[in-house]
């Protein structure tokens, strides 16, 4: 009896992530809007990274691999408050922790294929590297703009 309800349940979880990953959702004017409000939080938050980044390392003297991951989890932390609030109009305290973890989870993710795209281009098939951090910031951000819209932000 326990296995038919975990099995029912099982079903319509999948059938509500099969609603919510429709791909009339990812095409529709909404997400046209919220992925243009996550391009430019992401620019704002990525020249807050360069500048803590700078700060950090040449006015504080810390070292450039603790000043990147203070400036990352600054960013991050205030890329993922905007988008909570401006992109996926949620307020603040609304589960933030529980959100916060998905979405770090979901930039770790990111970031480590970023880096292999970006070495692929670079390396293997001999793009410049600027060229190639274009293409894979491209990928990147409209990966993690839809794993973000459906799994953290459940829209």
């Known amino acids: ?22 791909i009339k959702n990812i095409f529709c004017k909404k997400t046209e809007f919220q992925f243009i409000h996550f391009f430019f939080i992401g620019l704002a938050t990525t020249i807050i990274y360069f500048t803590l980044l700078i700060l950090f ?14 400036g990352g989890i600054i960013s991050s932390t205030i890329n993922f408050g905007l988008n909570k609030k401006i992109t996926f109009k949620e307020r603040l305290e609304k589960s933030f922790f529980q959100k916060y973890w998905k979405f ?5 993710t990111n970031g480590l294929i970023g880096l292999g795209i970006l070495f692929v281009l670079t390396s293997l098939i001999g793009i410049h590297y600027i060229i190639s951090s274009v293409i894979e910031i491209s990928i990147i951000s409209s990966s993690g703009f839809l794993t973000n819209k459906f799994i953290t932000f459940n829209k």
């Open 1 to 22: 009896m326990e296995h038919k309800v975990a099995q029912r349940q099982q079903v319509a979880e999948f059938n509500l992530f099969k609603m919510k990953f429709n």
């Open 57 to 70: 390392t040449e006015k504080l003297e810390i070292h450039y691999i603790f000043a990147a991951s203070a």
């Open 104 to 108: 770090g989870a979901i930039k770790i």
